[in-house]
């Protein structure tokens, strides 16, 4: 019996051994996995921040670009500048064919709150153009950033799309060309949406000024030619003193959407220079002031602008969507609120060949001596701005008067899908720049003037004007009105949902400022020479193809 009871503790012994044995070679368990939840409250690729009610989406896009025959440096510089020209004359253009790449990164973050959806939304992106020859300055690549802001209970704080905005150039075309579209840079601003419910809304937005050049003729008595050619006008305007003010009254259904807008903007210039007409009055700051501000200054001036635009939704027999978009604008003093997207680079200038083997009679050469009628080749430009003054009794009469530059200008297009995958847009675009009796006058002295230190009926003509590089003076016709219109199509095939190839073709035509001829001097570092051109309508087409990927809008 006892022999019976030691084997059974011996095995019970035996038993517990082998058990804390096996106990101690199993793992420790592990703590619970926090896999990504799904978040479907604001769409596809949205997920939840692990541990926060916080839905974020990042998204990514790259992209590859060629161009041909759309500018000097980069593609959304187009032809604005002056090495940018037409018929076949490349001998001022370096970069006819240009590369670009880019890369984009998004991220969308968003929140429920009692007050609603709290958003923001953040864009950085990287960018390089190959330039040519110009290995070295031409190929920096740059990072930058276009969007970051905040949507709270209506209010949207930071920078976004201005609120003045309908119309988009990217919607239809791989190029930039003149609108109101503020999409692609972006807009400082502060604004607050009301809601009417049935997809009414309105929007009061107070927006970083979309500043033209304001254009003090009158400097010129220091020998300043304030209007280049391809780049933005010598400015002599007032200090930002308060933003442009933007509404809108907004539509949006299953159909499309419309819209009516409007914008105030400060157009005021900055002060009278030394010279005829002007007593600066040093003493009555206590003897120690220089400069312009003891000459005082034009009354203020306060530009506007309006418009009205739409997208519109066409069902189609096939069972897909066409789309029509347009949108017109009209500005008195708020140039950029036509043409944005490039007005504040510099003003259009092509170069071209010439129609003439003579030029027209021009003005004596400045300092003295005839010019040579031969022509050199040909010039179409035109000259932005808000406003043009100078100083009182610049020309008979004027008081010194800010004269605002009236633009007005159209976009439209339409967009029709062949197949789920394959779509063609057309579109165009049209620009009419106006300037008084007045404002023709006052930039007659720089830009049509004779013989240096002559009186002429356009003012007295300074020493030395016209030698700036890359200006034109000695006009024969003094009339500053230009028109710009364009039309391209666009072809894109979206291999899946969000990778696609496409090209696209845009003629553009400038008819010109100043038709008939003047002395160009030379920019230099570049092989256009000084001499006579024939100032006439030039007109381009340019190309582009374009691949690129959304990895995740």
């Known amino acids: 019996m006892k022999m019976v009871r030691s084997l059974l503790l011996g095995s019970a012994a ?40 916080i839905c974020v989406k990042h998204g990514a896009y790259v992209r590859f670009q060629s161009y041909y025959n759309h500018g000097g440096t980069s593609a959304t510089n187009g032809p604005f500048l002056q090495t940018a020209i037409q018929n076949s ?39 390089q153009d190959f330039l040519g020859y110009q290995a070295v300055a031409g ?22 799309t201005s609120f ?16 109101s579209d503020t999409g692609d840079a972006g807009q ?106 003891a000459c005082g200054h034009p009354d203020d001036e306060l530009g506007f602008a309006v418009g009205a635009g739409g997208i519109f939704k066409i069902p189609m027999p096939t069972g897909l969507t066409d789309i029509a978009s347009f949108q017109v604008n009209y500005s008195e003093g708020a140039s950029r609120y036509i043409a944005v997207t490039q007005a504040g680079v510099g003003n259009p200038a092509y170069f071209g060949g010439s129609s003439a083997l003579l030029c027209p009679t021009i003005q004596p050469v400045v300092g003295g001596g005839l010019n040579t009628p031969t022509c050199l080749g040909s010039i179409g430009f035109g000259l932005f701005s808000d406003a043009i003054y100078g100083n009182p009794g610049a020309i008979p009469g004027y008081d010194g008067s ?25 579109y165009g675009f049209f620009v009419k720049v106006d300037y008084n009796e007045t404002a023709t006058a006052l930039m007659s002295i720089p830009l049509c003037g004779g013989l240096a230190g002559t009186a002429t009926p356009f003012g007295v003509v300074p020493a030395g004007l016209g030698s700036t590089g890359g200006t034109v003076n000695r006009l024969t016709n003094c009339d500053p009105d230009f028109t710009w219109w364009g039309v391209g199509s666009r072809t894109q095939w979206n291999i899946t949902p969000s990778f696609y190839v496409g090209f696209d073709v845009l003629y553009q035509r400038l008819e010109t400022a100043f038709a008939g001829a003047g002395f160009y001097t030379a920019l230099g570092g570049t092989p256009r020479p000084s001499g006579n051109y024939e100032i006439k309508d030039q007109d381009t087409v340019s190309g582009t193809v374009r691949v690129h990927w959304d990895i995740l809008p």
């Open 164 to 179: 003045y905005d309908i119309w988009s150039p990217p919607a239809v075309s791989y190029f930039s060309f003149p609108s």
């Open 139 to 160: 190929n920096v690549a740059g990072l930058y950033a276009t969007r970051g802001f905040i949507q709270f209970a209506g209010f949207t704080l930071g920078k976004a």
């Open 188 to 293: 400082i601003l502060a604004a607050y949406t009301f809601q009417f419910g049935n997809g009414f809304s309105a929007t009061l937005a107070a927006e970083d000024p979309r500043r033209q050049t304001v254009v003090n003729t009158s400097i010129t008595a220091a020998a300043v030619n304030p209007f280049p050619l391809g780049v933005a006008n010598t400015a002599d305007m007032v200090q930002v003193r308060y933003p442009d003010v933007v509404a809108n009254l907004r539509i949006d259904q299953a159909w499309g959407s419309f819209q009516i807008m409007g914008a105030l903007h400060d157009a005021s210039g900055g002060y009278f220079v030394p010279g005829v007409g002007v007593t600066c009055n040093v003493t009555s700051f206590g003897g120690t002031l220089t400069g312009q501000l």
């Open 14 to 53: 035996g038993f517990v051994a082998v058990a804390g044995a096996q106990a101690a070679d199993m793992p420790v368990k592990a703590k619970p996995v926090e896999y990504v939840k799904i978040c479907t409250l604001y769409g596809a690729g949205f997920y939840y921040l692990p541990g926060t009610d």
């Open 402 to 426: 800010v004269e605002k530059t009236k633009v007005w200008g159209v976009n439209a297009s339409w967009d029709h899908p062949w197949t789920p995958n394959l779509k063609t847009s057309v």
């Open 89 to 127: 004359q490349f001998l001022n253009s370096p970069n006819d064919f240009l590369i670009r790449a880019r890369a984009v990164y998004t991220m969308d973050a968003r929140t429920q709150t009692e007050y609603g959806t709290l958003r923001a939304y953040a864009l950085i992106g990287f960018s």
